[in-house]
């Protein structure tokens, strides 16, 4: 059962405009979002993270916005360059799961975005 | 730099045929983390130790076993790999006791091909 949903695996958007790439989940537990980048044959990487006492946190170019009662996040890229092609993945992290146990989170398939000249 | 590595990063097995995966970190986080990831699908948890406490998802097969060692040093082994074994297999850490950031960092992975 995938808690956490991307259902755009690509998405394609010329240089100098907007990305937003976009993720959902079910469990309303969740109070941690974090956005990761993977390049081919890399490990992903961290990007930007929100927590659920916010609904917006911006990070350069990098802003991602958080509705809680959609239960919706969406990561927004201006201006998008050629090196942001990457696969994104949204993640999740409960506070259940925190403290004495592991900041287990759990992830979105991810969405492929192409920054074309 | 500090960082997670996994060796080897490509990995060809035969059916059947037991193999191990390493990783290790000099981040010195207490929490290591085994994930698997097929095409197009998210990384999926196998299991992970909070320092030297195993603790191992519900829906992970019996034929995937791991070994930690000491902080540094984690190990995936597969004791039978099966064709369906076949995926990428990403190592991470986090830090248990960060009250604010639950990152987790990820090593480049091990492409396993199972023949």
């Known amino acids: 059962d995938q808690q956490v949903k991307q259902n755009s695996p690509s998405l394609s958007v010329q240089e100098g405009r907007i990305s937003i790439l976009n993720c959902d989940y079910t469990?309303?537990?969740?109070?941690?979002f974090l956005w990761y980048k993977k390049y081919p044959a890399e490990g992903p990487t961290f990007l930007i993270s929100?927590?659920?006492?916010?609904d917006k946190n911006e990070d350069g170019r990098f802003t991602v916005f958080l509705n809680k009662s959609a239960k919706h996040l969406s990561l927004h890229i201006v201006p998008s360059q050629p090196g942001d092609s990457a696969v994104y993945f949204c993640?999740?992290?409960?506070?259940?799961?925190?403290?004495?146990?592991?900041?287990?989170?759990?992830f979105g398939r991810g969405t492929q975005l192409t920054v074309w000249p | 730099d500090a960082m997670v590595i996994q060796n080897p990063r490509y990995q060809v097995t035969q059916f059947g045929k037991p193999v191990t995966l390493s990783c290790s970190q000099t981040?010195?986080?207490?929490?290591m983390y085994w994930y698997q990831q097929k095409s197009s699908q998210a990384p999926k948890l196998l299991f992970h130790?909070?320092?030297?406490?195993?603790?191992n998802e519900a829906d992970t097969p019996d034929n995937f076993q791991s070994r930690r060692p000491n902080t540094s040093f984690c190990f995936l082994d597969i004791r039978s790999p099966g064709l369906g074994d076949a995926a990428m297999y990403l190592c991470?850490?986090?830090?248990?006791?960060?009250?604010?950031?639950?990152?987790?960092?990820f090593g480049p992975g091990t492409r396993l091909t199972v023949t």
């Open positions: 469990n309303s537990m969740f109070d941690y």
């Open positions: 993640a999740a992290s409960a506070r259940e799961n925190r403290g004495s146990t592991l900041g287990r989170l759990y």
């Open positions: 130790y909070y320092d030297k406490d195993f603790n």
């Open positions: 981040l010195n986080h207490n929490v």
């Open positions: 991470a850490t986090s830090n248990a006791h960060d009250p604010v950031s639950y990152e987790q960092y």
């Open positions: 929100i927590s659920s006492i916010k």
